[in-house]
């Protein structure tokens, strides 16, 4: 049961440009989103989260943006970089809940 | 540089063997978390533990076991080794183990089973 889907599993797009990574999760429960980044041999590093109180969060370059009721999140990438490419994992959890359910991740290339 | 670090890098071994993989949490972290990514998967929670005591379980099966000591390092312990056991085992810290704490991953250890 696949509580968080993230339904591309690659994205290509032209420096410059924007990305833009989807989410979508199941569980009304969810209440706190994070977006993670991960290179080829190296760990996950967190990029940026949202609660469910808010419907966007912005990061210089990186703006999160929720929808509840369509329980779909997206992260926008404005312009994309080069350095951007790589895989994103969505990942879900409730306050005070202990577990954080992660997506299969979306391998995004930037194209020079 | 995250401050988590796991040992080794990389482990290779036979079907029914066991191994044990070891992660130290960023210093000040009391909660350590396992996670499993296998080939083109996602990260598939295993088990978390918050100052030595265990606090979540996924998908660990029976033959995985876990535990976190009082230094606060954890141990992952793989038994009856199978193929589909072949992955990139991460842990990862966080300060309190909630939902909403950022998690700081390691590396990963490489597990290869022959």
């Known amino acids: 049961d696949q509580q968080v889907k993230q339904n591309s599993p690659s994205l290509s797009v032209q420096e410059g440009r924007i990305s833009i990574l989807n989410c979508d999760y199941t569980?009304?429960?969810?209440?706190?989103f994070l977006w993670y980044k991960k290179y080829p041999a190296e760990g996950p590093t967190f990029l940026i989260s949202i609660s469910s109180i808010k419907d966007k969060n912005e990061d210089g370059r990186f703006t999160v943006f929720l929808n509840k009721s369509a329980k779909h999140l997206s992260l926008h990438i404005v312009p994309s970089q080069p350095g951007d490419s790589a895989v994103y994992f969505c990942?879900?959890?409730?306050?005070?809940?202990?577990?954080?359910?992660f997506g299969a991740g979306t391998r995004l290339f930037v194209k020079a | 540089d995250s401050g988590v670090t796991q040992t080794p890098k990389h482990l290779i071994t036979a079907t029914g063997q066991r191994v044990t993989l070891r992660c130290s949490p960023r210093?000040?972290?009391?909660?350590v978390y396992w996670y499993q990514q296998s080939l083109d998967q996602g990260l598939q929670f295993l088990i978390q533990?918050?100052?030595?005591?265990?606090?979540a379980k996924g998908n660990i099966l029976e033959r995985f076991s876990a535990q976190q000591f009082p230094d606060l390092h954890s141990e992952l312990n793989l038994s009856s080794l199978e193929l589909g056991d072949s992955a990139l085992y991460f842990c990862?810290?966080?300060?309190?183990?909630?939902?909403?704490?950022?998690?700081?991953f390691g590396p990963g250890t490489r597990l290869t089973v022959l």
């Open positions: 569980n009304s429960m969810f209440d706190y």
């Open positions: 210093s000040g972290d009391l909660s």
């Open positions: 990862a810290s966080s300060v309190s183990g909630q939902g909403e704490n950022e998690q700081f």
């Open positions: 990942a879900a959890s409730d306050t005070g809940g202990f577990k954080t359910i």
């Open positions: 533990y918050y100052n030595g005591e265990e606090r």
